[in-house]
Each structure stands twice: as C-alpha cells, then as structure tokens.
C-alpha cells in the first residue's frame, strides 16, 4: 500500500527548532514533487512547502518563507521539514503529501501535531 | 497571492440531495484546481484534480467543472459519507493556496 508517515512532532517552546520527516513506502519518492501542508486546531488547511524531484526547486508559503526549510533525501526516500524560529501561530497537525504533475496531492501521511507553547 | 474564496461556508443537505459548492479565485489559475474532502480528524482525501479529473477510487457522483477563475464542485445524490468539509486548492502558482472550505452538514 502506498503510504506517507510523518515523525518528529512535539511540543516545543517559542524560537525552538523542530524537523518533521517524513518516510514513504510502496513508491518512490524521486519520481514526483512533495509537499508539506498544515491545518490550525480547529481552522483550515494551509500549504507551507513543496519540493521537486532533485531537491533543486524549493516554494514556499509567506508565513513560513525564511524560517523553514525542504528537503528530500531521495536514497533515504524521504522527505523533511527543518523549523526554525517556531512561533505559537505555527501550532498545528502537519501533513505531508505526494503531488502529481497538476500538483494536485494524492497521497497523505497521518499527520503529525506540533505545538509551540512557553 | 492568489486568493481562492469558496461559496457557501457551510451547507445543510440530506441523503440523495444534490448540491454545488463553488470556488473563485483572485486571478486566472487555468485548471490547476483541485478539490478535497476532509472528515474530522483525519487526513485530506483528493477527489478532483485538474479542475474536472476524477480521482481513481472516488465514486462517480462527484464532479468538478470550471476553468479561468470560477470552479463548482458537484455532488449527484449525497450520501452519508459524503458529509465532511471541502477544499478547493489552486496549484497554477505559488503559494498553492486552499479555499477556507465548506462544511456540508445533514
């Protein structure tokens, strides 16, 4: 079965660092671009980053533009999210998904929760 | 940025109805528009790509339209899993923003 699953979530205080992995298995991910998108307890989903097959073209979202950063390890075949300068407004469940050439994303991991809290 | 806003908010309906939700976006987003449904707690499930594909595995009763700026997202005879809350999302550029979504309640 295709699947994504997430790790390395937690609760962190405010200017900590976090990174989020995220493993694939059944596919592999050097074929396609990724994705990281978020959702708010209790608000809806935002797109934070994605990343194209090599690890060359990296986009992301203003809110997170110059304190997170993608990567991908495509021998590893995974992929992560490297959070720096966390603020209580980055509290959420974090997904990762696999994005197809529309960047349309068909396959998502669990979700993994960080909460950035003093 | 572009903005995507999608209409209504929240809708109430019942089995076997038939409804629409739509989706403006700010500019042209040609038809990278795809449409997700979510049920809580859970992780977001793609319906439609590519603003009218049916994903592979979604039941025929869903269907999207739409091109440009304006996109509608149909259901053909509700069913009971079908209520959930919906996504729009634009990939034509970056940042690949989602609608606020639509909670579809009995």
């Known amino acids: 079965e295709v699947q994504l699953v997430e790790s390395g979530g937690g609760l962190v205080q405010p200017g900590e660092s976090l990174r989020l992995s995220c493993a694939a298995s059944?596919?592999?991910?050097?074929?396609?671009?990724m994705s990281w998108v978020r959702q708010a307890p209790g608000k809806g989903l935002e797109w934070v980053a994605n990343?194209?097959?090599?690890?060359?073209?990296?986009y992301y979202g203003d809110s997170v533009k110059g304190r997170f950063t993608i990567s991908r390890d495509n021998a590893k075949n995974s992929f992560y999210l490297q959070m720096n300068s966390l603020r209580a407004e980055d509290t959420a469940v974090y997904y990762c998904?696999?994005?197809?050439?529309?960047?349309?994303?068909?396959?998502w991991g669990q979700g993994t929760l960080v909460t950035v809290s003093s | 940025d572009i903005q995507m806003t999608q209409a209504p908010s929240s809708l109430s309906a019942s089995v076997g109805d038939k409804i629409t939700i739509t989706c403006r976006a700010s500019?042209?987003?040609?038809?990278?528009l795809s449409w997700y449904q979510q049920k809580p707690g859970k992780a977001p499930k793609l319906l439609i790509y590519?603003?009218?594909g049916l994903q592979s595995g979604v039941p025929s009763r869903f269907s999207g339209s739409g091109s440009g700026t304006d996109f509608t997202l149909t259901i053909s005879g509700l069913q009971p899993e079908d209520f959930a809350t919906y996504y729009c999302?634009?990939?034509?550029?970056?940042?690949?923003?989602f609608g606020q979504g639509t909670k579809l309640e009995i």
């Open positions: 990343i194209n097959q090599d690890g060359g073209g990296k």
């Open positions: 998904a696999r994005d197809l050439p529309h960047r349309s994303s068909d396959c």
């Open positions: 999302q634009q990939s034509y550029s970056v940042p690949n923003t």
């Open positions: 059944e596919f592999t991910i050097s074929s396609y671009w």
């Open positions: 590519a603003a009218s």
């Open positions: 500019q042209s987003v040609r038809n990278y």
